[in-house]
């Protein structure tokens, strides 16, 4: 029998209406978990496990029980907690304990999560080295960033859910990394008060989960709303499209691997499977998505250079002092080629049923340095709904993710498509 | 000899400098205001005088003496500060007290500023009923709203600045009933960080103050900088549009007089002043504005309903559960055409100085409903900056401000116009 820690969300769930299993019982196997794997996997930036316990109790005594009934849900440390301090891992907040729930925490406690406590990012979630988190399968690697916590812990059956943040591919890319489920939902479907701001335009809570049905879960909890009724969906006959992405020039043979594997499971089962070429305007999108986000984050990060700048990492400095020059000319004409992309992609997209496209460049790297986000960064730019799904392997053994996109505002039919494809990819994706 | 309490900043700032005045006794004239005043304005959500002291005292000891140094600045209570409570006039935050700055405010504290207490909002700044704050001038009518105390305070002497927030009319409307200066910059120029959520596209800091100068000395603090490099500016031979707005119909004789005031003042001045008539596609801008309001705040209000809805007044449970029942495929229309006439309106309005509107319908209205957002509401859409000027009146002597608008990120450029426009409105607009 598996080990409750082990367990999704959605079986969790099922045992516990079933009075087989308790919130507290759940809670202690997590807790257990920890202890076994901390001094490795260092995930946690804030955890009081008797908190954590006691609220469990609290939890099994309810009468009416939530949706997220007692399903242990880790936030990374960008993001405020009332009852744990968030630090941003920044000296600037060492201590700082604003007695608030995030939206985002709020809403998940109100369906009844156990949250379990505060897990490492880099600094405010805007540099790609810092965080002590290492890879659960290979601590010589990092698990990504910037929500390298979120994902480690996820990966290594330390918490069952986990929320994220994604400026450009701080969701996508550890989820990719750690082999779990990562989603990205639209911009503006999930409230983002009480998430350390770092570029207005672009940032989104992420989702982590150890399956496609505990997205869906989250997605029901959240209220995500389609812009049109979802249809029934059958992988075969399906038409997804295959978009190599502009980015595709700094993927590793890891990725082509998987991505060409992926493509040849979905034909295999029954879907019709069209390469997708964007256009033109789009190839400029990677370098709009690093003006806005250095624009954006040159206004972020004033208070806190004015404050105590001297605390800054070098490169939080670099992005509060603006050292790339962005113009705010510059930045209104990414933003502008941006909304006019959106609707392109949205019309285009429109015509499948999913786009399939790359998670990141490869395997999670050796060292400290959280990898890059080319992958990932027009998507969130384009403010659509991504998923990234595991499943493959590559030459060192460690997992390699793909993604699915659709059109602002299908989050649900994504997720519906997911539910199909990721059992697939899941099984088969290391068989040769 | 005037009061310390209504001295404007700037003015204030000599007088320190030259250690004429200090931050207590400052501090102290506008606390004695306060006693003689609150019974009728009612405007403070939060003071704590010993607190206000405490940190003048403090101020006037520093040796390095910031670009606000000692200046009392009211917050309105919807923005986070780390040592007063943040309740946003609702039952659902009674006591809350998250002990950290938002941005702005950390931002102001950086510059030496004294912030001063908390001021009156309508719930979540969200509605346009609640709130107790009355017109200092007429104890019957409204100071407008959502930002009702925060106009109040500084119209009323009782503080020398304030912060308010817009998502439609906010800061814009309660500053023209109040007969002060008010700006809304560029959706994006100054970090929202630690506001309220209320519509993620709209929502913007909004800044109080009782004279131009003032309003650029904060534009320096929040580092405000523009798309191109300011010229000089000079009135006569200047561009002026007159844009009566989509809104136009809305407008009661006391704008419209302002207006045409308005208008032969700048031209008596030696400006060209030129009617404006935007393109069909902005008649729609209004209702895109309510669109995207609604459907933005029905996400911002998910955690609160889900929480403790039955605490929510019945306006905000109503945009909390999408009474209006607003698609996201209507969502996305509205953001998408709002994307397309932002450009748009740049171009048009980059040929002129500044373009010159309506601040309000006419005068505060009677009772306490805070007024309509209607003449401000497309410009929030557009993102661009708005400064609102006092100087005219209506027919029963309450003040009627206009409006000044530009391009987004020409914000300095609008407040030197400002300067020029400001004291010709303010010393003429009431004579006959």
Chains 1, 2 share one sequence.
């Not at 400029?284 to 605390?311: K, N, P």
Request: hydrophobic fraction near 40%.
């Amino acid at each position: 029998m598996v080990r409750a820690n082990e367990l999704t969300a959605t079986h969790a769930l099922r045992l516990m209406r079933a009075g087989d299993l308790s919130v507290e019982a759940l809670a202690q196997a997590c807790l257990e978990r920890i202890r076994e794997r901390d001094d490795v996997v260092r995930a946690w930036a804030y955890l009081d496990p008797e908190l954590v316990l006691r609220n469990a109790r609290e939890l099994d005594k309810r009468e009416i029980k939530g949706p997220l009934h007692g399903i242990p849900i880790a936030v990374k440390d960008v993001i405020l907690t009332e009852d744990m301090p968030t630090e941003h891992n920044s000296p600037l907040y060492k201590g700082s304990f604003p007695a608030v729930d995030a939206g985002c925490v709020k809403t998940l406690r109100a369906a009844g999560a156990l949250i379990f406590g505060k897990t490492d990012t880099t600094e405010f979630a805007s540099v790609t080295r810092g965080g002590t988190a290492r890879h659960p399968l290979d601590p010589g690697r990092t698990p990504g960033g910037s929500s390298s916590g979120s994902a480690a812990v996820v990966a290594d059956f330390q918490a069952t859910i986990a929320l994220g943040t994604q400026t450009a591919g701080s969701t996508i890319r550890p989820g990719s990394f750690c082999g779990i489920y990562a989603m990205k939902p639209t911009w503006g479907a999930i409230n983002r008060e009480g998430l350390k701001m770092l570029a207005l335009s672009l940032d989104t809570l992420g989702l982590y989960a150890r399956s496609a049905e505990d997205l869906d879960l989250l997605a029901d909890v959240f209220a995500l709303e389609d812009r049109i009724p979802v249809a029934p969906f059958e992988l075969r006959g399906a038409r997804i499209a295959s978009c190599r992405s502009p980015a595709w020039d700094k993927v590793e043979p890891a990725t082509r691997d998987a991505f060409e594997r992926g493509i040849g499971l979905l034909r295999e089962a029954g879907a019709d499977v069209e390469p997708l070429e964007l256009p033109d305007a789009f190839d400029s999108l990677g370098e709009h998505h690093a003006t806005v986000m250095a624009g954006e984050a040159h206004v972020s990060f004033l208070s806190e250079i004015r404050a105590q700048g001297e605390l800054l990492h070098d490169d939080v400095a670099a992005l509060a002092k603006n050292s790339k020059g962005i113009s705010k000319s510059a930045l209104l004409t990414a933003l502008d080629a941006a909304a006019a992309c959106r609707v392109t992609f949205d019309a285009i997209a429109a015509g499948y049923d999913a786009v399939l496209t790359p998670s990141a460049r490869g395997e999670a790297p050796e060292g400290t340095k959280t990898g890059e986000a080319a992958l990932n960064a027009i998507w969130t730019l384009l403010h659509v709904p991504v998923v990234q799904i595991p499943g493959f392997k590559g030459p060192s053994g460690m997992p390699v993710g793909l993604s699915l996109t659709s059109p602002r505002y299908t989050d649900r039919r994504l997720l519906q498509v997911t539910r199909a494809i990721g059992p697939l990819f899941e099984s088969s994706g290391t068989e040769s």
